[in-house]
């Protein structure tokens, strides 16, 4: 395997079935090679305390693409390698969401990496909060950006990586079956 894709969504309310930013780090042979970020018009409404976290309210998106127009542009990078995020069931969680919502097919399932469960174990007796971990690799941070936060998160699976990680046996499988 030499190919990973790392991504990060944002969310605009406590539902989590919406997006209303995402960012993608495709790694390919232990690099980063390529990124994306979009802002998504996630057409409902914004929580206070999501607008606080991200920074991305109801008028940030308002020119943003929808999901659907996104997903056309990220699809195959998307399919193109194991996934990888961050306390990955969050976010494979708001994909499969907006994938059913807005009626988009795509696969029945895909194979993944969370970056939490690996911390867990390859690094037992500390937190590993997306900030703990970037503060003690001394990887750039701005938190609760899409862009920053997908990167980040390939940056980390890269040190576990560059440690000696197997990454075959933290690879899940995650249903996209609806």
């Known amino acids: 395997m030499s190919r990973f894709v790392a991504f990060d969504v944002e969310t605009p309310n406590r539902k989590n079935d919406r997006m209303s930013a995402i960012g993608i780090a495709v790694i390919e042979d232990g690099v980063i090679v390529e990124e994306f970020s979009s802002l998504i018009d996630?057409?409902?409404?914004?929580d206070p305390f999501n607008t606080m976290l991200t920074g991305i309210n109801g008028e940030?998106?308002?020119?943003?693409?929808?999901?659907?127009?996104?997903?056309?542009?990220?699809?195959?990078?998307?399919s193109g390698g194991l996934l990888i995020a961050h306390n990955a069931v969050f976010d494979m969680g708001v994909l499969k969401?907006?994938?059913?919502?807005?009626?988009?097919?795509?696969?029945?399932?895909?194979?993944?990496?969370?970056?939490?469960?690996m911390g867990r174990r390859l690094l037992p007796g500390?937190?590993?909060?997306?900030?703990?971990?970037?503060?003690?690799?001394?990887?750039?941070?701005?938190h609760h950006q899409a862009s920053s936060?997908?990167?980040?998160?390939?940056?980390?699976?890269?040190?576990?990586?560059?440690?000696?990680?197997?990454?075959?046996?933290?690879i899940r499988t995650y249903s996209f079956n609806l």
Not at 42 to 46: K, R
Not at 61 to 75: D, G, L, N, S
Not at 101 to 109: E, I
């Open 42 to 46: 996630p057409e409902t409404h914004f």
């Open 60 to 78: 940030t998106v308002c020119h943003a693409p929808t999901f659907p127009q996104v997903w056309t542009k990220i699809e195959t990078m998307m």
């Open 97 to 117: 969401s907006c994938l059913r919502d807005y009626a988009v097919p795509w696969k029945p399932y895909v194979r993944y990496c969370c970056t939490v469960q």
């Open 126 to 142: 500390m937190k590993h909060n997306l900030n703990i971990l970037c503060d003690y690799y001394g990887i750039p941070l701005d």
């Open 149 to 170: 936060d997908s990167r980040a998160c390939a940056e980390i699976f890269l040190r576990y990586l560059a440690d000696g990680a197997d990454v075959k046996q933290f």
